[in-house]
C-alpha cells in the first residue's frame, strides 16, 4: 500500500517498503533507546522530542561513553514544548551534556531542522542550553527559535559552555547553526 512506506514494528528495527519489498533502516539500540542507522555504526537518528530526551539521558548517564565516533542526525522540526514540561515542570529541559562530567562530545547534526519551543528556567545553574556542557563535539545545522531560556551563568539557547579537558587543541565546533526569536 503506498500509503503506508515506513513502519516502525516491536521488531527492534525500523522497515521501509520499497516497490512491494521490505528493507531493514534502521536498528533499535537498547542500550541508549534510540534507532541506529544500519548501514553506519554510532550513527543515531533523532525523529522527535523522545528521541532528544533519551540522547539527554545516555550523555547525562555515567554509565554511557557517547565520545566523537558517535553521530545524531535529526530528521525533523522538533517542538520542544511538552518534553521540557515532561522533563521537569519547574525546571524545564535538563541539558544534553549536563555537567562537566559527562559533556557531549559526539556530533549532532540538526540536517537543516528546526528545535521550536526550548522552555529553560534554572536561574542557579551553570551550563544551561540544549546542550549544557561540550567537550570536542562538532554541531552543525541546527536552527533554534522561540525558546526561552534562563540560567546563572554561561547559558545559551544552543550551547551554554564549551570545554577542553586536560591539554586537548580540539575544541567543540559549530557550524551553521542559527538561532532566532529566544529570550536568554
Not at 526550548?118 to 549544557?132: A, E
Not at 551563568?153 to 565546533?173: K, N, P, Q
Request: proline content about 3%; overall charge negative.
Amino acid at each position: 500500500d503506498p500509503r503506508f512506506t515506513k513502519a516502525r514494528f516491536g521488531l527492534g528495527c525500523e522497515v521501509n517498503i520499497f516497490n512491494g519489498l521490505p528493507f531493514i533502516v534502521d536498528l533499535y539500540d537498547p542500550e541508549i533507546e534510540l534507532f541506529s542507522i544500519y548501514s553506519e555504526e554510532n550513527t543515531y537518528t533523532i525523529t522527535c522530542d523522545e528521541d532528544l530526551i533519551k540522547l539527554a539521558k545516555a550523555v547525562n548517564s555515567d554509565e554511557n561513553n557517547i565520545d566523537s565516533t558517535y553521530t545524531f542526525t535529526q530528521t525533523n522540526d522538533i517542538d520542544l514544548e511538552y518534553a521540557c514540561f515532561k522533563t521537569n515542570k519547574n525546571y524545564g529541559w535538563n541539558p544534553i551534556g549536563a555537567s562537566n562530567n559527562t559533556p557531549f562530545k559526539a556530533t549532532y547534526n540538526g540536517n537543516n531542522h528546526k528545535i521550536t519551543g526550548l522552555s529553560i528556567d534554572r536561574p542557579n545553574t551553570y551550563g544551561v542550553g540544549l546542550f549544557g556542557y561540550t567537550s570536542m563535539a562538532y554541531i552543525k545545522n541546527l536552527h533554534i527559535s522561540n525558546s526561552v531560556i534562563r540560567g546563572d551563568y554561561a547559558t545559551g539557547a544552543l550551547v551554554g559552555v564549551i570545554s577542553r579537558t586536560g591539554d586537548a587543541r580540539a575544541c567543540t565546533a559549530i557550524d551553521c547553526c542559527q538561532v532566532s526569536n529566544c529570550t536568554i
